[in-house]
């Protein structure tokens, strides 16, 4: 079992600039969650899925867009980057009970 | 204010020190309560969970719940240098994405 896999794991992107962050989790979970945490701060939730075709927003939602067409895959897409999405994202998946589990993060920077 | 508060640190203690962690919650729904730790650089990493009160131990680890003063702890003891890390607490709201309400984190550093 690999649990939650994120790639890539570091990514650089100029202004303006769109990209996708990948999340895959082999655990058949129908939980789906996208954090970002900035330096020094908790986690702050994204998107999040109960299932296959099913998205909602979370907390700061905004300048990102998700999908969910497999139990497996749930990518972020980031459009038109902005230096305030420089943040490290973390991808976590869940069965039905309450605990997450957190894939390794990919680190963006936006210049 | 927020629903779940934590000190950030660093908390530096020596290696051997029994450590309290603490998170304070307002929200009176929290029923559940997680404890996760994170390396520098990694994901967090799901330690301990408990329901309610009272105490949950888990080898050097324990999580405690006291639901009167919404005050919940995490005990280490024989504290390690590898325990060096932030630990997170967490509970899940009563929504329907089960979305986990997180402190900012408390930084533990255990020098040798």
């Known amino acids: 079992n690999a649990g939650v896999t994120q790639t890539p794991k570091f990514r650089i992107l100029k202004i303006g600039q769109s990209m996708t962050l990948q999340c895959t989790q082999d655990m058949n979970h129908n939980y789906m969650y996208w954090y970002r945490q900035d330096p020094g701060m908790g986690l702050k939730l994204i998107y999040y899925s109960v299932g296959a075709g099913i998205t909602d927003k979370g907390e700061v939602p905004n300048g990102y867009n998700v999908s969910r067409s497999t139990t497996e895959d749930f990518p972020l897409r980031l459009e038109l980057a902005a230096p305030s999405q420089t943040s490290v994202y973390f991808c976590?998946?869940?069965?039905?009970?309450?605990?997450?589990?957190f894939g390794p993060g990919t680190r963006l920077t936006v210049t | 204010q927020k629903e779940v508060e934590q000190d950030p640190g660093p908390l530096s203690v020596p290696e051997g020190a029994i450590v309290s962690l603490n998170c304070t919650y307002s929200?009176?729904?929290?029923?559940?309560f997680m404890w996760y730790r994170q390396y520098s650089r990694k994901g967090p990493e799901l330690l301990m969970y408990?329901?309610?009160?009272g105490n949950k131990e888990d080898g050097r680890f324990t999580a405690q719940v006291d639901k009167s003063s919404k005050y919940i702890s995490l005990f280490i003891r024989d504290s390690q240098p590898s325990d060096s890390a932030t630990y997170l607490c967490?509970?899940?709201?009563?929504?329907?994405?089960?979305?986990?309400?997180f402190g900012g984190g408390t930084r533990l550093m255990v020098k040798p």
């Open positions: 408990t329901y309610s009160s």
């Open positions: 976590a998946s869940k069965a039905l009970s309450y605990e997450q589990y």
């Open positions: 929200n009176s729904a929290f029923q559940y």
């Open positions: 967490a509970s899940p709201g009563n929504n329907a994405g089960n979305m986990l309400t």
